[in-house]
């Protein structure tokens, strides 16, 4: 199978695994970032490059106006920053994270969801922060969270249209971007897998995917636990961070 897929936020970690393995497999792919060096990389790759910031609607809508019709619209840019409340709520961190992760997505569907039309699928990078209350993910997670909201009302919406949606919350994944934690990542997997995991979870049509599964299981039940005893527990993780 290949078609048309268009990936935002490409020139770096899942997003750039994506383009490359669509490519691989024979799909026309165009590749979207900010960097101009690492989309040239992806232009070396036989990956068509689009330049813009998705903070950005007007260079978008630009962008939008020149492509075909898309069989899959893969929405992954995002950032994250962590909050240290001990230093105060960071107001203008919690909207710089809200901005990218959320409103960016926002902008990037009023602009490139008219490209998709029956049996086209859209895609939307989440993450399983969105399972579990964790230190210092007040934006972070409440962006994520944000996105699977807007992904399950979405497939409401598109489905008489015949698009579907997917809702992608991977777990740890060895990226640029996780490799700035300064905490333990559990079931960490490489980026390679992870592209694999969506790609065969996109091509099944199914409306979710998340890896990896033992990860996931543990956030599930732990979400499931009495708010008093996940609040002393996750008190006893930020103790123990304090002090590491």
Known sequence: MSGRVLIT??????????ALDYRRSGWQVWGCGRDEERLLGLESEGI???????????????????????DLLILNAGNCEYMELAEGFDGALFARVIETNLIATGHALAAFLPLLGAGARLAIVSSSVSWLPLPRAEAYGASKAALDYLADTLRLDLA?????????RPGFVETP???????????????????????DG???????????????????????????LWLRLGSSLVSKGRHS
């Open 9 to 18: 936020g490409a020139t770096s970690g899942i997003g750039r695994q994506l």
């Open 160 to 168: 008489g249209r015949g698009i579907g949606v997917t809702l992608i």
């Open 48 to 70: 068509t490059p689009l330049q813009f910031d998705t903070r950005n609607p007007a260079a978008m809508n630009a962008v939008a106006g020149t492509l075909p019709a898309l």
């Open 177 to 199: 971007l996780t490799a700035k934690n300064d905490f333990p990542m559990p079931c960490l997997v490489p980026v390679e897998e992870a592209s694999r995991a969506i790609m």
């Open 202 to 228: 996109l091509t099944a049509g199914h409306h979710q995917i998340h890896f990896p599964r033992r990860f996931i299981w543990l956030l599930r039940l732990l979400g499931a636990l009495p708010v008093g």
